[in-house]
């Protein structure tokens, strides 16, 4: 649909608008006269449903019915607030309106918020409109702090923050909508029906917008809410909604990606991807090392930076959420789910696993190297959702040493002893965050981690959410200039340490790539890092985070390896120690992917260029 077409059904929408004012009423019968006297300004029809009440309620209701805009619809026998609205959205749809706007008969909703209410509805007619309760000091405090368990309880319920107040019945229901929902779901009929209703209208792809309203609890307003009997519903009716949510959960969870990102994996792949350096060369060295053929270029893929991200800031809080309010377990159920229909749905994502696989497979065939058995594309990309939870746990802060064991020890400690600022060079193999977790042992340490900028806000933003006490030290950087080598050799001498990974080209200048043999074929590796780490004449260590599947609970074999005192690359043999060093980067990446095959986390075509490699030059 073109921008003129949904201009012209928006219109559609508004014009087919017809909204009428709906009211379940049980016993409430002193206050519906100055309820329906209210809402007669609005010039809209009025359903007013009794509920089974008592003779006295009925003799208030009667002479309202009378009005030409009321209409009245008698309930037999008490069924419920919910069972109230069911049936007047019902006979609204048969008088052939689009929208109810359910008012409770007890005057408590602000109804200086309606005209707020009503526009927000004419303008998103396809939304369900709720109240944003926002409540003055006559709220009694124990249902004040039982909505926030429930929207707790909503929040997991949908896999979305997005749902702001689950209880409120000031609401603008779409009824045809709402009508296949409750023909489609058995809806419960109590209290628990302004909840339910709202997460199984989320469930079926209906967004809800809120808008702010006053809610006044009168000195001697009638409730009729059970502690113990609607207690029981609604946490019969959460056992059984969570339950629900767990088959819908990868459903759910791409609502809040892009339909048009299929080729990226999840906001954490992203925010893995922001460690990358940009490997252009304040020095301007020669474009390649090797001669790039064309079978090296890839069709049209993008380039590993310029690809969407699939998740927000808002997912990664609902992950952490899941993580924090219900453990690993339940986190890894929903993930199971959600990765399988990632598999199904992300082709870029699958077929970049199934090559590396295929290629994987086929250098072990050759080598006589044993594999780990159901390196399937599936499980690989598992393993990456269980990296990510892994990334959220580090930086939260929920891993120590005791999670880790500790490979090179001793050259660690000596680093660590003398203060020594230290460049680390890490990889999208297994999980570098883990360098988090070694920091927490020696609060000396200060890491600062190069970041793409185009991805450096979003992970600032990621960070300070998962763990506002983050001590991880982003550097943002576009070019790698005379300014940038100056700070980073400050923070060198200061003792600190500088993490960059080696593993993906330039975000500017791809094709100013070295060409290693990586796992039997030759792959574009960047030169930035390694240009970067002879100008600073730092110690160059690796560091590899590779996550111990075999265990029962959280475990990481950590491999911190002296790669070079100092990285030298004199101008007469540049191209030739440039080569030597990065094939000796590959060889122990290399070395290290076959120890964990499936934490590979670059979904990409790792051995070909993008064909979309270099920007243009500024004039």
């Not at 007890?106 to 707020?116: C, E, I, R, S």
């Not at 209290?191 to 809800?208: P, Q, T």
């Not at 090392?289 to 064309?294: G, H, L």
């Not at 590396?356 to 594999?371: D, G, P, R, S, T």
Request: charged content about 20%.
């Amino acid at each position: 649909m073109n921008s003129a077409e949904a201009v012209s059904q928006h219109a559609l929408e508004e014009s087919n608008y017809k909204a009428c004012f709906l009211i379940p009423c049980f016993n409430h019968g002193a206050t519906m006269p100055t309820v329906v006297s209210s809402l007669l300004n609005f010039k809209l029809p009025i359903i007013i449903v009794d509920d089974g009440s008592e003779l006295a309620t009925k003799q208030f209701l009667t002479p309202l019915a009378d009005s030409p805009s009321v209409t009245l619809v008698t309930l037999d026998h008490n069924q419920g607030k919910g069972g109230a609205v069911k049936a007047g959205i019902k006979r609204a749809q048969e008088l052939g309106f689009s929208h109810a706007i359910q008012i409770d008969a007890d005057g408590q909703h602000d109804l200086d918020a309606l005209p707020t209410l009503i526009q927000a509805s004419q303008t998103k007619p396809r939304h369900l409109i709720s109240g944003q309760p926002v409540y003055d000091e006559s709220v009694p405090k124990a249902r004040l702090y039982g909505r926030y368990a429930t929207h707790i309880w909503v929040w997991i319920e949908t896999l979305s923050l997005s749902i702001k107040d689950s209880m409120c019945g000031f609401r603008a229901y779409p009824i045809d909508k709402t009508q296949t929902v409750l023909n489609k779901y058995d809806v419960g009929s109590r209290m628990d029906f302004d909840i339910e209703i709202l997460v199984r209208l989320y469930w079926e792809g209906c967004d809800i917008d809120f808008v702010e309203t006053r809610v006044i609890y009168p000195e001697n307003g009638i409730s009729h809410f059970d502690a113990l009997w609607d207690n029981v519903k609604i946490s019969w009716m959460h056992t059984r909604l969570f339950f629900g949510m767990l088959p819908r959960a990868p459903k759910l969870i791409a609502r809040h990606f892009k339909s048009d990102s299929a080729e990226s994996l999840s906001a954490a792949e992203s925010l893995s991807a922001a460690k990358s350096l940009p490997a252009e060369n304040s020095q301007g060295s020669s474009a390649d090392s090797r001669q790039v053929n064309s079978e090296q270029i890839g069709p049209e893929q993008p380039h590993w930076s310029r690809t969407q991200e699939r998740g927000t800031v808002l997912g990664i809080k609902l992950l952490l959420a899941v993580y924090t309010l219900l453990g690993r377990g339940v986190f890894n159920l929903i993930l199971r789910g959600v990765m399988r229909y990632y598999h199904l749905t992300g082709k870029r994502a699958r077929n970049a696993s199934e090559q590396y696989l295929f290629q994987l497979k086929a250098y072990a065939e050759q080598q006589n190297i044993e594999l780990p058995a159901e390196l399937t594309s599936y499980n690989h990309l598992l393993s990456f959702g269980h990296t990510m939870l892994d990334k959220l746990a580090a930086w939260k802060g929920d891993f120590s040493v005791d999670n880790l064991s500790i490979h090179g020890q001793e050259q660690f400690e000596s680093m660590v002893t003398n203060k020594q600022g230290v460049l680390i060079l890490g990889s999208h193999l297994g999980n570098i965050e883990l360098c988090r977790a070694l920091g927490r042992r020696h609060s000396n340490i200060k890491i600062n981690a190069l970041v793409f900028t185009e991805h450096a806000e979003r992970f600032n933003s990621v960070m300070k959410a998962v763990n506002p006490q983050s001590d991880l030290n982003l550097i943002q950087v576009t070019s790698m200039g005379p300014d940038t080598a100056i700070l980073l050799q400050q923070k060198l001498e200061q003792g600190e340490w500088i993490v960059i990974v080696g593993d993906r080209t330039s975000t500017s200048k791809e094709s100013r790539s070295v060409w290693a043999e990586f796992l039997g074929k030759e792959a574009p590796f960047p030169q930035g890092p390694f240009m970067l780490a002879s100008v600073l004449k730092a110690p160059v260590f690796l560091l590899f985070g590779l996550r111990d599947d075999s265990q029962s609970k959280p475990h990481f074999n950590v491999y911190f390896e002296h790669f070079s005192d100092k990285i030298e690359l004199p101008r007469k043999t540049r191209e030739q120690s440039l080569q030597q060093v990065v094939q000796k980067y590959a060889n122990r990446l290399e070395h290290y992917t076959l120890k964990a095959p499936l934490q590979w986390y670059n979904f990409f075509n790792f051995w070909t260029l993008s064909k979309h490699h270099d920007e243009k030059e500024s004039k």
